[in-house]
């Protein structure tokens, strides 16, 4: 349950995003193109409302009541519910108590037959005749104005049209306690759009883009005070019963999966993924070589070592001999001792570790050495196996063509249900068709990156399961694991068993 009130949307899957729907009693901004679908999603928010008892208004200040109706034609809202008020407000010139025969005048147009509001003097057009005008139609529980682009004639100064949107705003939320959704044309920097996107409490972009040669229509949840909103871009499809927010998950139903995950212990990670990283499958992490992995990596060795698997090490150039030693001493675990026991096997193809010790095998760089090396150490483990796999290593070592054998045998004849293997890429370093093999034979891909202002970032690429697409920030910290990953949205997506503790309910789904 969302941690706010919260009022339906209309859309299932809008309402997921949000975490509930738009927060009760608040503004919310819906901005986009022409034909993008704004009012489409604003009617079929009322058309929620009045399908629960609720008293609703449509305030159009650029169509007059029979043009809205007309619009709305080839949709199933319910224009003629009695709890339906639909009022149109324009400017128009006209004789004023206040001034002169040409002023802006407040004007509506009734569906009958198109009386102006009132004979003779007119009110003007300003924001306090217009709330005396809207007062008639309370007690309101939504309100939808559109747009208010038909408003920016009140005034030619920015901060008192502001203030005028911000009054009106109260007067919707203070007055009438109505959830209200404002529409807008998207214009670049218009002075419309941009005291609505202060002003009101969240933000909607609808946009419209070609995708191949097709048209398509998105929609992105832009802004939301207080709500752990899905920032993922959607698509929408026009219906008969308003907007189609797709797709309703990314990843495949919980009653087609098959496969095992585990905690990596790093609760952010654990949440994007869904669980954890995926088990008898593969798993690739990608990076952009400039972001610094050993702490991840060390991180996932743990993890390994505490889900009491025989961790195969082919190691990075960042996990060198002696960086490897001291991470996995920040984790509470000595090297030696591992090595000794044969907890960890080291496969080591860069040349950084000393052969000498226990369990680190530098083996001849031809991939029929490397596959007995490995079906050796796979057939010792009396249990699961963790694989941790240098990527770069195997194909600048063995080369692409071999590498893509060892990768397929590791998995097809060495890797069972409840074991692991994560291999590491960095894309820039091979072929691009060598990083599409990768990408292609993985069950679940993670990329992590610096940007330019130096904050990391990892993405959920690829997954059966957990919040494909999303993004999260990647940070260290002092304390064990020493690495925190933001958390996505809170409505889980994915479950798998009711014993995971980041699966969604069933009314999630």
Not at 216 to 222: E, P, S
Request: overall charge negative; some cysteine; proline content about 5%.
């Amino acid at each position: 349950m969302p941690g706010y009130n919260s009022v339906s949307s209309g859309s299932d899957v809008l309402d997921g995003m949000l975490d509930g729907g738009y927060p009760a009693n608040r503004s919310i901004l819906l901005t986009g193109a022409p034909g993008s679908g704004k009012s489409t999603l604003s009617m079929q928010f009322l058309q929620a409302g009045l399908d629960a008892g609720e008293e609703c208004l449509f305030i159009s200040t650029e169509q007059t009541i029979g043009e809205l109706r007309q619009s709305f034609s080839d949709f199933e809202f319910d224009l003629h519910h009695e709890n339906l008020s639909i009022t149109s407000i324009h400017a128009g010139t006209g004789r004023t108590i206040e001034g002169g025969d040409d002023d802006l005048t407040l004007q509506t147009l009734s569906e009958e037959d198109g009386e102006i509001l009132s004979e003779g003097f007119k009110p003007p057009f300003t924001g306090e005749y217009i709330r005396q005008f809207l007062e008639r139609f309370a007690p309101v529980d939504r309100v939808v104005l559109d747009s208010v682009s038909g408003l920016s004639v009140i005034t030619d100064d920015p901060q008192r049209f502001r203030r005028s949107v911000l009054d009106l705003i109260r007067f919707f939320s203070d007055q009438f306690e109505a959830t209200s959704l404002f529409t807008a044309e998207r214009t670049g920097d218009s002075e419309v759009t941009s005291a609505l996107r202060f002003t009101t409490h969240g933000v909607l972009e609808l946009t419209k883009r070609r995708v191949e040669s097709d048209p398509h229509h998105f929609l992105r949840v832009a802004k939301m005070r207080g709500v752990d909103y899905d920032r993922r871009e959607m698509e929408v499809e026009f219906e008969p019963t308003g907007l189609r927010v797709a797709p309703e998950r990314r990843s495949q139903p919980p009653v087609l999966k098959d496969h095992e995950h585990q905690s990596v212990g790093i609760d952010g990670l654990d949440a994007l993924s869904g669980g954890g990283l995926v088990r008898g499958t593969g798993v690739l992490l990608e990076h952009d070589g400039r972001a610094n992995l050993t702490v991840l990596f060390s991180a996932l060795l743990k993890h390994g070592l505490e889900a009491d698997d025989a961790v195969i090490l082919v190691p990075t150039i960042e996990l060198r001999e002696t960086r490897t030693d001291q991470l996995m001493a920040g984790h509470g675990y000595d090297m030696d001792e591992l090595l000794d026991a044969g907890r960890l096997s080291v496969v080591d193809l860069v040349g950084t570790w000393d052969n000498d010790r226990p369990n680190v095998f530098t083996p001849e760089h031809d991939h029929e050495t490397v596959m007995n090396l490995l079906s050796q150490l796979y057939e010792g483990v009396d249990g699961t196996t963790y694989s941790l796999v240098n990527a770069d290593a195997m194909v600048h070592t063995l080369g692409a063509a071999a590498a893509r054998t060892v990768r397929y045998f590791e998995e097809a004849r060495l890797l069972d249900p409840e074991s692991a293997l994560c291999h590491v890429l960095n894309p820039n370093t091979v072929d691009n068709q060598v990083a599409a093999f990768y990408r292609d034979s993985a069950e679940q891909t993670l990329d992590t990156w610096i940007d330019d202002a130096g904050l990391q970032y990892l993405t959920l690429r690829k997954s059966p399961c957990g919040f494909v697409g999303t993004t999260s920030l990647v940070e260290y910290t002092e304390e064990p694991p020493y690495l925190r990953v933001q958390q996505p949205p809170q409505t889980r997506e994915n479950p798998r068993a009711e014993a995971n503790p980041y699966a969604a309910t069933d009314d999630a789904e």
